[in-house]
């Protein structure tokens, strides 16, 4: 089966990302790049080039803009706060700059292997810097401050101009948590007249000594990554440079997007943390095999891990997902785990694996009362699929059954939520569009130089034949777009939300590398963009999204966050529209909408969320901050009473009753805590504007005889 996806998901980055993102950094005894198995690197720059060359969409030649392209991607990921690289090196790096393209040709890794040394040897330094910046106090009464606006910010000139940017980005974060020391001290003076309070040398301390743990906290993370994590952050620069959804999955991640796209492990059930050397159980999945033994609880630490008759292994200082990979196993079989309970006693634990449900991937529905009538509602998180077991959970089969469930407690009208739904199987999206039609096209695909390919809905059965509403924002993307974009062009139901969704209107394969080539070792995955899907009208998705029928600002309303925000996105384009037909589903259609946007235009709620939204764009752009107490403190006030004007934006308070399905009444009865989960959820749905006009919307349509409307 092939393995389509429609995924926003943030690509998936290795473990490395967090250096970039971080402004505190440090090093670690310097050692030249140690690379385990230089053929495999290799073989992995051949594949992928072959694969991208034949298989992309839309293959980009490999020549100086390419080299320049991936040169500027590669210094930018290991360095984009400038804190590492001065610009000597950026002039030794130049050798490279034109001719990265002729080396990967030839699977020359020169280019990566010189940055790496470099990069090594800048952390080693710099391990000596925060440590010796950090060892005195601060002049908070000196008039400077730091800049952050990194893209425009040079590499500094020699070493001495790095050690003052790393002094400053010390002192920035030393000053962040000084401020709220001081206001913890100022409300105990406050609730205690004899409180002596911290002077302010002392709190300069404490504030120092915080920002060493977290240096050192992220040097533990940081000294984890391995020659596997680094290469791969390179294979990207490369593969990505053909758009922001093609990506190189190495095998540890490609397990992770597994996992993410089918919602199901093979485990015990319990959510780990590494601190300190330690495993640390953080939260065990409700229904899961360590839930159900009983003796495994939060705040337990994992000492050693043993298979059915065979000898523990430590676990203490071990890589957290090495011990993962020690506790988790086929269904069925035996773990004994050694623990050491909150209470400090060591306890040998067993238990059984199975397959655990990740409960958050699936869709959950709910009940709404308004004005005495029930309609429901049925939130889905991705379209999720599990391609390697046909029988397992999708969301085009949960969709079918919860939609069955619903028409039993008679609702007249449904509400579909897919709000930060990224995407996922292109299979669903179809079959989940196919319920709410009698048979039709619900896509077009097209694969390079390929005439378009409709996809169909086949089954004459419509599920469900009462109003529909679904409920979009600016990170509805890809799948969702064209789930919406179908009963949009049909005008089966109103697209309600953000002005438009995301623009993700490409297809991917998962394609293992091993598939084409003979390793004795996991090469890992490509995510390959290897076509562009099409509205039934024959538009594109890819940049423009779906525009909803209805806007409601939200706070993302003028932030930069869709795929025309991306680097390297494919263009815009329109083909022929397929053989389809207006369903002309609802008597009042046009009115429904007219008078929702009145109702949004004049709601006081509505422009104050606007409001916010422009704010929060302006909020966006400051990148110069005060590194002088007096000034810094006046500024956060200052942003803290524009914060507050804001603090009640979103605290709406609904009149609709949220409540859960007699089927979903069942399940609760045998798991106390998904009744909590639901509850949480149900109190959350009574405070969220959009779902109220929504349902608002959805009450107010009339739908006409749907057995007289036409079949395609």
């Known amino acids: 089966m092939k393995k389509h996806i429609f995924s926003l998901k943030k690509k998936i980055q290795v473990a490395v990302t967090l250096i970039l993102l971080i402004g505190i950094l440090f090093g670690f005894t310097y050692e030249p790049t140690i690379n385990p198995d230089p053929k495999k690197d290799k073989v992995l720059v051949g594949i992928l080039r072959y694969i991208l060359k034949n298989g992309h969409y839309q293959p980009k030649e490999l020549n100086d803009d390419f080299s320049i392209a ?3 991607k590669f210094i930018d990921e290991m360095d984009p706060v ?16 034109y001719i990265i393209d002729d080396q990967l040709k030839r699977e020359d890794l020169s280019f990566y292997t010189y940055v790496m040394d470099r990069f090594q040897l800048r952390l080693d330094e710099t391990r000596a810097y925060y440590k010796e910046i950090l060892a005195n106090p601060f002049d908070f009464e000196k008039i400077e401050v730091i800049k952050m606006n990194y893209d425009e910010i040079d590499f500094a000139k020699n070493k001495n101009k790095l050690i003052d940017s790393w002094r400053k980005q010390m002192k920035f974060n030393t000053l962040n948590r000084l401020q709220p020391l001081i206001e913890i001290e100022e409300d105990k003076a406050k609730e205690d007249e004899k409180y002596i309070k911290k002077d302010f040398k002392t709190l300069e301390i404490e504030a120092r000594k915080k920002t060493l743990e977290n240096i050192n906290d992220f040097y533990e993370r940081i000294s984890e990554l391995d020659h596997t994590d680094w290469f791969s952050t390179f294979l990207n620069c490369m593969v990505e440079e053909f758009d922001p959804h093609t990506t190189y999955f190495p095998p540890r991640i490609k397990e992770q997007f597994d996992i993410n796209i089918s919602g199901k492990i093979e485990g015990i059930g319990a959510i780990l943390q590494e601190k300190n050397d330690y495993t640390k159980i953080v939260e065990l999945v409700s229904g899961g095999p360590a839930w159900k033994q009983g003796d495994l609880e939060v705040g337990d630490i994992i000492l050693k891990v043993a298979q059915k008759d065979e000898e523990s292994v430590d676990i203490v200082g071990m890589r957290l997902h090495n011990a993962i990979k020690l506790i988790k196993g086929k269904k069925g079989t035996e773990v004994i785990l050694t623990v050491k309970k909150v209470d400090n006693s060591i306890q040998q634990i067993t238990i059984i694996r199975d397959v655990v449900e990740l409960e958050d991937t699936f869709l959950k529905s709910s009940i709404a009362i308004k004005d005495g009538k029930k309609y429901g509602l049925i939130n889905l998180p991705k379209f999720y699929i599990d391609f390697e077991d046909p029988d397992g959970r999708n969301s085009g089969s949960d969709m079918e059954k919860e939609i069955e469930a619903l028409k039993k407690e008679n609702i007249e009208g449904l509400l579909i939520d897919l709000r930060n739904n990224g995407g996922g199987s292109l299979k669903t999206a179809i079959e989940i569009g196919g319920l709410f039609i009698n048979t039709g096209p619900i896509v077009q695909v097209k694969y390079r130089d390929n ?6 809905d086949t089954d004459p059965r419509m599920q469900w034949d009462g109003p529909l509403v679904i409920l979009v924002n600016e990170l509805s993307a890809s799948a969702s777009e064209i789930l919406a974009a179908a009963m949009q062009d049909y005008k089966r139901a109103i697209i309600i939300g953000s002005n438009q969704t995301y623009g993700k ?15 004795p070792d996991d090469l890992g995955a490509i995510k390959l963009t290897i076509q562009k899907f099409y509205r039934i009208n024959g538009g594109s998705t890819q940049l423009e999204g779906v525009h909803s029928d209805i806007t409601m600002p939200d706070k993302y309303s003028y932030v930069e966050i869709g795929e025309r925000d991306q ?27 007219n008078d929702s946007k009145i109702r949004i235009f004049e709601s006081e709620e509505f422009n104050k969320i606007n409001e916010y939204a422009l704010w929060l764009k302006d909020a ?32 709406h308070k609904s009149e609709i009753e949220f409540k859960s399905s007699l089927n979903e009444l069942t399940l609760i009865k045998l798991d106390s805590s998904l009744a909590f989960k639901r509850e949480a959820w149900h109190v959350n749905l009574t405070k969220d504007i959009y779902i109220d006009e929504a349902l608002t919307v959805l009450s107010e349509l009339e739908p006409v005889n749907y057995n007289l409307i036409a079949k395609e």
């Open 70 to 72: 991936v040169y500027t």
């Open 620 to 651: 966006q752009n400051i990148n110069t901050f005060s590194l002088n107490f007096d000034i810094a403190l006046k500024e956060d006030k200052q942003h803290q009473s524009e914060i507050d004007q804001f603090k009640d934006v979103f605290k």
């Open 451 to 456: 005439k378009p390919l409709v996809k169909k």
């Open 567 to 593: 680097n390297n996105p494919l263009g815009w384009d329109k083909i022929e529209k397929a053989e389809y037909s207006e369903m002309n589903f609802y008597k009042n259609l046009d009115e429904v909408i």
């Open 505 to 519: 209107g490409t297809v991917q394969n998962v394609i293992p590398l091993n598939k084409y080539y003979n390793y």
């Open 82 to 97: 400038k804190r590492y690289f001065i610009k000597s090196d950026l002039e030794d790096f130049s050798q490279f700059k």
